[in-house]
Structure formats: C-alpha cells, structure tokens
C-alpha cells in the first residue's frame, strides 16, 4: 500500500513538473495588425485575408527562374501592417503579391524587408485563385523593346511644364527621344562607352498598368553640360534630368553635339545596345563618346537569407491600433540583443493561476517577421522585487516570470517600474 502511494506521489510530482514544461512564447498571425486588398484592372477588394497573403510564398518550393516569353499579370495583392510607435519602423511591413500567368500559374511575393524591393520569391501555383478566375489580365513581353519616338513624342519635349525643375534651363534635342515598352521584371543600366560602367537608371516591374519609359538626351543651356533625360507616360509626363558621368565632360564641355545611332528593337539580357554619339572638343579636339544601354533581368530570390527578419518587442500603455501609433514614452521599445533577452526573460515564465495588478504598462508585443505574440502585463510588489505576469491575450494563459527573468524584464523597461 505504501509502495502504490509512494508511486502515485512520484507521478504526481512528475505530471506537475511536465505541466510547467511549456513555450510561453508562441508566435502567430495577429490578424487586427494588418490590412489587406486585392485588386485587378477592374475590380479592388479593400478587406481580404491578409494571413492568406502572407503565407502565399511560403509552403511552395522557390523557383529559379519563370517559364514563358510573355506574361499575363493577373492581380495583385497587398497586406500592411503599420508601426505601432511614432518615428519608428521596426514594426512597419509590406507585403505584396503579384499573380502571373505564363507558360503556367506563378505567385511573385515580395516585402521590405526583402534584399531589395525589385526582387521576388516565386512560387507555382496549381491553378488560378479563385478571383482571378476570368480575369484576362495585362501583357507583358519578358524583355523591353527600344521604339524611335514619334512626332507627337517628340514635341511634348518642347512643352512649358515639361520638366520637374523649372529652374534648370535644360535645351532637349528631339531626335534622340526613345520609348522603351517595359520587360517584365528588370533595370535598364546606361554608361558611357560600351565597355565602361553602367549604372542602373530605371526599373520595370510587373504590373496591371505597366509604363513605358521615355530617354533622350539634352544640354543644360548654362554650363552646356550633357544631360539624360527620362519620364514615364509619354507626352503628358515631366521629365527628370542627369548629367552624364563622364570625366571629360564632367570637366567641361564645348561644341557640344549629340547623334542617335540606335533604331530600336528587343533588348537582348546584358547586351550593350550603343544609344547616342555625344562629341565635345577637348583641348582643342573633338572627341566622341558613346552612350550605351542594357538590360539586367532581377534574379528570383530562393535563399531564405535574402529576406531581413525584423525582431523587435513594444512595452506599451495602450492597445496597438493602426491608425493611431503611440508616441514616445506611451510605449518603448528593444530590439536587437534587447529582444532576446526579453524573449529568454520571458520563456523563463510557468504558468500560474493568479496574477499581479496593472500599472500604466500593461500590453506588451513581441514581433519576429510577419509573426508576432501579444501580452497583457501585470506586476506584484514584494518587499525586496516585484514579480511579472504575463497573460497570453490569444489564449488567456498566464505565466509569471523567475526571478531572474523579471530582473531582466526591469532592466530593459524600467519606465514601467517608476
């Protein structure tokens, strides 16, 4: 009989040992952060399941590269999540999805936190999503095609308002006016020279209204420098204006002439395509430079790497609402080193069955990625510390904090024990 007994309050104690064994830090979609829509060339939805849009790239494999010669952009989709602090963007996410049909169904999700916001993360999808069922969607060549600019073009350069800064007197030369119709997903590089260095001047990105991109070339009138000139939409945008970077020019220019020698067509991936011949004299000797472009496709990103997680934890005296951030000191917040030692302060809580009383610092949320786990916090004044609890608000589970673990939730928030 003492034998069983004494079993019993082995497994007892055991059970009770295996009940504190828990992850109190649990992350989770937290669905009232977000906003989310979907939109296509005739329709928008202002409030979707953003969840759905963020998990969309996550469970397919990435793919390397996407199948097809031209591409139908279906609609796209968005969920953001805006900061929780005033002057603070830790907390900021956006999140995109574009759905395009090629030689077969893809999903390109991209964020920023991405390795650029002109990269994607590709998956295959098994079928059309539901919405987009009819949808014909917008076509799109997967390289950019050079056309000569027509007169209508050409005579927009002419116009009042033609360029953002009134201020700059920038003489266009006509006849070197381009359209380039956009590729799919990539950046046009212009240099001097076609064996010099190119840098990137634009970007194409799939999208439900694609804008061809206008070049052509132009002198400032008071230092007769060279300029490249560039707008989106034709003859009712405004054209921005650059300077060539070439060291001969850069150090003056006389007699300045230009001359087109490109008569369009398919930008081939990498090819230096020669646009313009651009002579000046140069201690007494003209010399001409050739101004070249090409065309560099945006690889797709498979590496789980190429995406910057943001970890960071809020202490807040209000309840976190999208449209109306918290300022300084109504909430604060750690990152960094911080966030991980309030994670491991916080994962050194058991559950409990009683909890503190709350002070002005009662929420506290932790945000790894897209994830993120909400608190309700209270605290308990002992003779010589205070104790911590923290109440899951998904589940209403509550855990108080060891010791050690409170220390180090004091000296990382120590407004909320003032």
């Known amino acids: 009989m003492k034998k069983r007994a004494l079993m019993a309050l082995s497994l007892l104690w055991l059970t009770a040992g295996c009940s504190e064994d828990v992850d109190v830090v649990r992350y989770g979609h937290i669905e009232e952060h977000w906003q989310a829509e979907r939109v296509t060339m005739n329709s928008q939805e202002p409030v979707v399941d953003a969840e759905a849009i963020l998990n969309q790239c996550e469970d397919g494999e990435p793919l390397s590269e996407l199948n097809g010669e031209t591409f139908s952009v279906l609609g796209m989709a968005y969920a953001t999540r805006a900061p929780l602090m005033n002057d603070d963007y ?118 439900l209204r694609p804008s061809d991109v206008f070049i052509a070339l132009g002198r400032d009138k008071a230092t007769n420098m060279p300029h490249l000139l560039q707008s989106y939409g034709g003859d009712k945008a405004r054209y921005s204006s650059s300077i060539l970077q070439d060291a001969d020019l850069l150090n003056g220019a006389d007699s300045l002439t230009f001359r087109r020698i490109h008569n369009g067509g398919t930008m081939e991936p990498m090819t230096a395509y020669p646009l313009y011949d651009v002579t000046i004299d140069v201690d007494g000797q003209n010399v001409t430079k050739t101004v070249s472009m090409r065309y560099r496709t945006s690889p797709l990103l498979t590496d789980s790497a190429d995406q910057d997680e943001i970890a960071v934890a809020y202490l807040h005296q209000y309840p976190y609402h999208r449209e109306v951030p918290l300022p300084y000191p109504d909430a604060v917040n750690v990152s960094g080193k911080a966030y991980d030692r309030l994670v491991e302060a916080v994962e050194t809580a058991r559950p409990s069955t009683k909890s503190g009383e709350m002070n002005d610092y009662k929420y506290l949320t932790l945000l790894r990625g897209n994830l993120g786990q909400q608190f309700e916090v209270s605290y308990q004044q002992r003779s010589k510390k205070v104790d911590v609890y923290v109440k899951d608000v998904k589940t209403g589970k509550v855990f108080k904090l060891s010791s050690a673990g409170a220390v180090t939730f004091q000296q990382l928030f120590p407004q909320a024990f003032e």
Not at 117 to 144: C, F, H, I, N, W
Not at 177 to 196: A, K, N, Q, Y
Not at 198 to 204: D, Y
Request: with cysteine; aromatic share 14%; charged share 25%.
């Open 90 to 207: 830790y907390g900021y996410s956006f999140n995109e999805v574009t759905y395009v049909e090629g030689d077969t169904i893809y999903a390109l999700c991209k964020s920023d936190r991405m390795d650029g916001m002109e990269g994607y993360r590709a998956v295959e999808l098994a079928e059309r999503p539901a919405y987009l069922k009819d949808e014909v969607g917008t076509e799109m060549s997967a390289l950019p095609t050079v056309y000569i600019a027509t007169e209508n073009e050409r005579a927009a350069l002419h116009k009042p308002d033609a360029f953002y800064d009134n201020e700059q007197d920038i003489e266009p030369y006509p006849v070197t006016l381009m359209r380039i119709s956009p590729g799919f997903s990539g950046t046009v590089e212009i240099g001097i020279e076609e064996g010099g260095y190119f840098t990137p001047s634009f970007h194409f990105l799939p999208n």
